[in-house]
C-alpha cells in the first residue's frame, strides 16, 4: 500500500487531492449534480414566498468550493440541464424552466463557478476566507434570483426582496457558518494525511 503524500500546493481544490484521470472528473461532476439534486428536496415552504428554503444552495456551494470552477460550473450546469429537460430534482420535485424560482438555478451556476475560482486561490482554506467565499457566492445567487423572481411574478423589486431574500438571511448565515467549520476543517485533515 502506497503512503504518498497528499500536496496541498495553492491553486488546488480538495478534488485535486484525488488521482487525476477523465473518469474522476466525469464522477465528480455527476456526483456534483446529483448531490445538488438530492439537496434540493430538503425544501421547507416559506409563506407567502414561491421560492421555498432548500438544501441546493449550500450543496451547490460546496460542490464548486470543492471541485474548482471547471467541475463546478458543469456539475451545475447538467443539473440545471437536467431539471430543464424533466428530472424532477429542483426544489420540491419540479423541474422545467417556468418556475419563479428558476433564476436562482442559474444564480447557483455562477455561484458555483465563482467559489471555485475563489476556493483555486485559497478562498477555502480558512475560516475567514470561507466566509468571505460563501457570502460572495451567496450575492450571486440572489443578485440573479431576486429579479428573474421580480419579473416572473410580476413583483416589484422590493416585493421580491421581502418574497425571495429577506426570509432567507438567517439559513444562508447558518449554511455560511457549516461551510467556514467544514472546508477549513477537510483542508487540515488533508495535510495531516499527508
Not at 36 to 57: E, K, L, N, R
Not at 162 to 191: C, S
Request: net charge positive.
Amino acid at each position: 500500500m502506497s503512503t504518498a503524500a497528499v500536496s496541498t500546493r495553492p491553486g488546488e481544490v480538495l478534488a485535486d487531492l484525488l488521482p487525476a484521470s477523465r473518469v474522476r472528473d466525469i464522477a465528480l461532476v455527476l456526483g456534483g449534480a446529483a448531490l445538488t439534486g438530492i439537496a434540493a428536496q430538503i425544501a421547507v415552504p416559506v409563506p407567502g414566498s414561491p421560492v421555498p428554503v432548500t438544501g441546493q444552495t449550500f450543496a451547490a456551494l460546496l460542490v464548486g468550493t470543492a471541485l474548482g470552477a471547471g467541475r463546478g460550473f458543469l456539475s451545475l450546469a447538467l443539473y440545471a440541464l437536467a431539471g430543464m429537460a424533466g428530472v424532477p430534482w429542483f426544489a420540491q420535485g419540479t423541474s422545467g424552466a417556468t418556475a419563479p424560482s428558476f433564476g436562482y438555478i442559474l444564480g447557483l451556476l455562477l455561484a458555483a463557478t465563482l467559489v471555485g475560482a475563489l476556493a483555486r486561490r485559497g478562498g477555502d482554506r480558512s475560516v475567514l476566507r470561507t466566509a468571505g467565499t460563501m457570502l460572495l457566492g451567496e450575492a450571486v445567487i440572489y443578485a440573479i434570483g431576486v429579479p428573474y423572481l421580480a419579473l416572473a411574478t410580476g413583483m416589484s423589486l422590493t416585493q421580491a426582496i421581502a418574497a425571495g431574500l429577506t426570509p432567507f438571511l438567517i439559513g444562508d448565515a447558518l449554511k455560511a457558518v457549516l461551510a467556514m467549520g467544514a472546508l477549513p476543517a477537510a483542508w487540515k485533515l488533508a495535510e495531516r494525511r499527508g
